[in-house]
């Protein structure tokens, strides 16, 4: 099925351990984004990528680092998990960098940091 | 800057009532208006958007949205609830002018009362 595929669907890392979410898509989109989504705070951009070979920060960077691999794939990496970034994970793509399109979300990355 | 606020981040409602969900946006320049459903453990789907042209908008599953500029609302309705719409929504706004990003809201969470 054609769409956004999120991998993996769940992590428990230990403090100080690293990791990489990985986010692929297969609609030929250009624009790339990594959310975050805590309870009563909705979702927060932490980067995104407008096309290929660009990427900027959002609302939430800090601890967080990004690679736009191809047009397909974007990945996100935590350098050093801290508990504080124990959330879900989700990675959503457009069609284009204006928003009128609307985006298209995978189902999420469940991350514990113990 | 944009901002989304929903106000009720709980909203209940019996089986066949009408469903009210609101959200106010705050816009310098003429806004891109969306909402999002999440089911339970799943990723956001969208229901509908606002870009130009008419300012009542229908959905999926029967929802629409009427933008309001004068209110700077864009409330999301349903006639009558049916117990598959219990889920979380999202209210998002981006701009006219193709800024990539869109903000969201903290999300209401519907149930629906058998």
């Known amino acids: 099925n054609a769409g956004v595929t999120q991998t993996p669907k769940f992590q428990v890392l230990k403090t100080g351990q690293s990791m990489t979410l990985q986010c692929a898509q297969d609609?030929?989109?250009?624009?790339m984004y990594w959310y975050r989504q805590d309870p009563g705070m909705g979702l927060r951009l932490i980067y995104y990528?407008?096309?290929?070979?660009?990427?900027d920060k959002g609302e939430v960077p800090n601890g967080y680092n990004v690679s736009r691999l191809n047009k397909r794939e974007f990945s996100l990496r935590l350098e050093s998990a801290a508990p504080s970034q124990t959330s879900v994970y989700f990675c959503?793509?457009?069609?284009?960098?204006?928003?009128?399109?609307?985006?298209?979300f995978g189902s999420g990355t469940r991350l514990t940091v113990v | 800057a944009q901002s989304v606020t929903q106000l009720g981040s709980h909203v209940s409602v019996s089986e066949g009532a009408l469903v009210l969900l609101r959200c106010n946006y705050s816009?310098?320049?003429?806004?891109?208006l969306f909402w999002y459903v999440q089911y339970p453990n799943q990723g956001l789907q969208l229901l509908l958007k606002?870009?130009?042209?008419?300012?009542l908008v229908k959905g999926i599953n029967g929802f629409e949205a009427e933008f309001k500029k004068s209110e700077t609302s864009f409330h999301l309705t349903k006639p009558s609830a049916h117990m598959s719409d219990a889920a979380e929504y999202f209210c998002?706004?981006?701009?006219?002018?193709?800024?990539?990003?869109?903000?969201f809201g903290t999300g209401t969470r519907l149930t629906i009362i058998p």
């Open positions: 959503a793509s457009s069609a284009d960098r204006r928003a009128n399109y609307g985006y298209t």
């Open positions: 998002a706004v981006s701009d006219y002018f193709g800024n990539e990003k869109l903000t």
């Open positions: 609609m030929n989109h250009n624009s």
């Open positions: 816009s310098s320049v003429p806004p891109y």
């Open positions: 990528s407008a096309s290929e070979g660009t990427t």
């Open positions: 606002y870009t130009t042209g008419a300012t």
